[in-house]
């Protein structure tokens, strides 16, 4: 009997370290909608702050994201260099075939020496016109294109549902560590309690 007394109170402690870990956890998410209990509203940490974590991540996001970094990274010449073998097989076709369905007599009087200079100055030309235009589009493109206002709602729109399922298959591991911490911590607990009621009773 004595020893049921002990086993008891830790198995009880560790329970109700396990569940209130638990419990938080399922708080996160859940319950989706609110719901009134004995006149308190109660609603899951994350979708009943949706609305706002979208917007601080949006002005997180649209702080940290440069245009000016990124017209940089486009418009590096070695960008075009990736380009340029396919830039100039189009421009091979072009010259050896579409120009010859369009002007049948035009082409007659290209050779191949003077495709090969056509195309060493179409290429020429557009690794000059490639940052300008990457540039100009860019430059549009900040205007017309808000960062902060798109994350924001991409967030806010996102299924809260789809949210638990992705962070309950991907952290499985962690969650249940947490868990098994939790349980741990109500275990010491109950040890540091039976201690403190031995040694004052006894």
Do not use: C
Request: charged content about 20%; overall charge positive.
């Amino acid at each position: 009997m004595p020893l049921l007394q002990y086993i008891l109170p830790l198995l009880l402690s560790a329970f109700t370290g396990w569940f209130v870990i638990w419990l938080t956890i399922k708080m996160l998410f859940r319950p989706h909608k609110p719901v009134t209990l004995a006149g308190f509203k109660i609603q899951g940490a994350l979708p009943a702050n949706q609305q706002l974590i979208a917007e601080k991540i949006g002005k997180l996001v649209s702080a940290e994201f440069s245009f000016n970094a990124l017209q940089q990274k486009v418009t590096d010449p070695e960008n075009f260099n990736k380009l340029k073998p396919e830039i100039e097989k189009h421009i091979d076709s072009f010259l050896r075939e579409r120009l010859k369905e369009t002007f049948p007599m035009l082409s007659m009087l290209i050779g191949d020496k003077t495709i090969t200079q056509l195309k060493t100055a179409f290429l020429n030309e557009l690794e000059t016109l490639f940052p300008v235009l990457i540039s100009s589009y860019i430059t549009n493109l900040q205007k017309d294109f808000d960062i902060e206002k798109q994350v924001s709602e991409k967030i806010a729109g996102f299924s809260i549902s789809k949210t638990e399922d992705l962070i309950y298959t991907s952290a499985k591991k962690q969650l249940l560590k947490v868990q098994l911490l939790g349980a741990a911590i109500g275990l010491l607990t109950g040890l540091i309690h039976i201690f403190i009621n031995t040694q004052l009773f006894n």
